[in-house]
């Protein structure tokens, strides 16, 4: 299994960031989901499923999101959503912001990823820590980058 916690301060308002993490903006930040539908609500947002499509080259997975945590109020935003990828990959992730000042957000991004089977367990021993590090920055640079916009 391989987790991280990693964070960076976005200079942009946490409502204008928060923005990025809605169903109707995830393509900014998550360009591989082609698509993402509600499929069953439930209050507070906790236990709500989503149908998310996954693009990864020619391939494209199919795959149920549960929300597992969520909180929206003036000065911190966190949702915490999980699901199996291409029945190898648990994924947990967790996406957290808190109100610095007017102008500036932490963004703490967490998560793990689990291989379930044969496959999945030796596609992670190849891909490795590093390349996974890798994906974390690069995602951390995006949500930067796409909050940054917003002025």
Known sequence: MIEWKEEVVIKQH??????????????RIMPKVESSKLVHEEPGMVGSKYVEKYREGKRV?????????????PHFKYKRISFVLAHAFEVDLSFQLEKISENETRFIYAGSNKGLNFVGKALMKLGGQKNNLKVVY????RVNNEALLEN
């Open 14 to 27: 946490i409502e204008k960031v928060w923005e990025l993490f809605s169903e109707e903006n995830k393509q």
């Open 138 to 141: 690069e995602f951390l640079e």
């Open 61 to 73: 997975e199919t795959y149920i999101v549960e929300v597992k945590g969520y909180e929206d109020l």
